[in-house]
C-alpha cells in the first residue's frame, strides 16, 4: 500500500507549546515546520474553516463541499505514472441494462393467480410471489426443526448454529455501507485485507452472476435483480424464484419449484447466494455467469506494465494521512513475463518435488496451498488483460 495525495496534515501542539491558562484543545499554529501558506493556512495566518469545521462548511456552502469530495475522488483516478487505483465497487461490480426494447414491447395483464395451499386468489404477479413467501415464512415459525433457527430470510444460507446466524445477519444485511462486505456472495469479512483476498480468489472484474431471464437485465448484486423484476416486470405472467431466479408463468408450477427448494438436496453456488434443484444448473450457471461479463473501463487501452491498486474503500485519500490501508495490486505484464513465471514457477516445483517425501497430512496441505496458489494466479491473469 502507499500513500497518495500531497496535502499535509498539521501536527497536534506539543504540551509546552500550549499556554498554562488554557483549558481547551489549541489548534496547531502557522509556525509549524509541516504548514504552509498555500495549505490549510490562509495568508493572514487563519487556519481553513474546510478543515476545522468540515459540518459548518457542509451545511451552508454544499458547493464548497462538493469541489472537496471531487477533488478527492480524482486522487483515486489521477495517481502516479504508470499506476492506476480503483475501488472494488469500480473493479469488481456493474450492472447491466438489458434489451430495453422488449421490455418496451412487453404486454402488460392483469393476469390472477390462485395459491393452491390456502385457495386464496391474488392479483397479480408480484403479490402472488409475496404470498408464497409469506407462506414460506409462517411454515418455518411454525416448524420446530433446527434448520428453522438457522436459516438466513434474507440470503436463504444455513448456519451452524442461531447465534452464528444472528451474526450474519447483524453483519450482513445491515442497511448500513460497509467496505467489508461481498456484495456478490453477500457475506461480511472481517477486515477489508481478508475481503480483497476473497475477491482476489473468488470473483472476476465486472462479474455480474444475478440475471433476470426474462429481459437480460444482470447485475453484480441479487436486490438490484429483484427489485428491477419487481418495478418492470409487474403486472405480467412471469413468476421469479428467489432461490435460483428462474422465471415460471403458471401458478402451479411455479408453487412446486418453490416448495422443492425446501427440500434437502439442493446444490447451493459456492460463489453466490444462488441455489439450485440440479446439479447441471448449478454448473451451467458457473460457467456461465461468474466471469467477467463486461471489463471495467478504466482497464481498457492500458498499456503493459500499469499497476492496477484495488482498494476496498477511500480510506487516507479522504483523511490525508500516511496510514498505509489495505489494498490488493495487480500489474499489466507482456506475455513474456508471464512464460518466465510459469518456468520460474515449475522449477520451484521441481525442487520441492526431489526433497525428502513429506507425510500424509503434510501431502493434503500442500495439495490445499498448491491449488490456492494456482487460483490466485489465474486470477491475476485474468485482471490484467
Known amino acids: 500500500a502507499t500513500s497518495e495525495g500531497n496535502s499535509v496534515t498539521p501536527k497536534k501542539a506539543k ?3 500550549v499556554g498554562a491558562g ?10 509549524s515546520p509541516t504548514v504552509t501558506p498555500s495549505q490549510n493556512v490562509s495568508s493572514k495566518g487563519r487556519v481553513d474553516p474546510m478543515y476545522c469545521c468540515p459540518d459548518m462548511i457542509n451545511n451552508f456552502f454544499p458547493g464548497v463541499a462538493k469541489t472537496e469530495c471531487s477533488s478527492t475522488t480524482s486522487k483515486i483516478n489521477e495517481s502516479e505514472k504508470g499506476k492506476l487505483i480503483m475501488l472494488v465497487n469500480d473493479f469488481y461490480y456493474g450492472k447491466h441494462e ?12 392483469h393476469t390472477t393467480f390462485k395459491c393452491f395451499s390456502c385457495l386464496k386468489v391474488l392479483k397479480n404477479n408480484i403479490r402472488f410471489m409475496n404470498h408464497m413467501k409469506h407462506h414460506l415464512e409462517l411454515e418455518k415459525q ?3 426443526s433446527w434448520e428453522s433457527h438457522t436459516t438466513c430470510q434474507h440470503c436463504y444460507r444455513q448456519f451452524p448454529t442461531p447465534f452464528q446466524l444472528q451474526c450474519h445477519i447483524e453483519s450482513t444485511h445491515t442497511p448500513y455501507e460497509s467496505s467489508t462486505i461481498c456484495k456478490i456472495c453477500e457475506l461480511s469479512f472481517e ?5 480483497l483476498q476473497h475477491m482476489k480468489d473468488n470473483h ?3 462479474e455480474m452472476p444475478y440475471v433476470c431471464q426474462v429481459c437480460n437485465y444482470r447485475s453484480s448484486a441479487f436486490s438490484d435483480v429483484e427489485t428491477h423484476f419487481r418495478t418492470v416486470h409487474e403486472n405480467t405472467k412471469h413468476l421469479l424464484c428467489p432461490f435460483c431466479l428462474k422465471v415460471i408463468k403458471i401458478g402451479a408450477p411455479y408453487m412446486h419449484h418453490y416448495m422443492r427448494h425446501q427440500k434437502k438436496g439442493i446444490y447451493r453456488c459456492t460463489k453466490c447466494r444462488l441455489q439450485f434443484l440440479t446439479c447441471k444448473e448449478k454448473m451451467d450457471h458457473k460457467t456461465q455467469h461468474h466471469r ?3 471489463k471495467p473501463k478504466q482497464l481498457e487501452g492500458l498499456p503493459p506494465g500499469t499497476k492496477v491498486t484495488i482498494r476496498a474503500s477511500l480510506g487516507s485519500l479522504q483523511s490525508g494521512s500516511s496510514v498505509s490501508t489495505s489494498t490488493s495490486t495487480f500489474q499489466l505484464s507482456p506475455k513474456a513475463k508471464n512464460t518466465t513465471t510459469r518456468n520460474h514457477n515449475r522449477s520451484n516445483t521441481n525442487k520441492s518435488k526431489a526433497k525428502s517425501k513429506p507425510s500424509a497430512t503434510s501431502k493434503k496441505q500442500n495439495a490445499w496451498t498448491n491449488s490456492s496458489s494456482k487460483k490466485k494466479k489465474l486470477q491475476i491473469q485474468h485482471c490484467i488483460i
Open 15 to 17: 504540551p509546552n507549546e
Open 22 to 31: 488554557s483549558n481547551s484543545d489549541v489548534s496547531p499554529t502557522v509556525n
Open 98 to 109: 438489458g434489451d430495453t426494447q422488449q421490455v418496451q414491447q412487453e404486454q402488460k395483464t
Open 142 to 144: 411454525s416448524s420446530e
Open 191 to 195: 477486515t477489508e485485507q481478508v475481503l
Open 204 to 206: 472476476k472484474p465486472g
Open 292 to 294: 467477467t461479463f463486461r
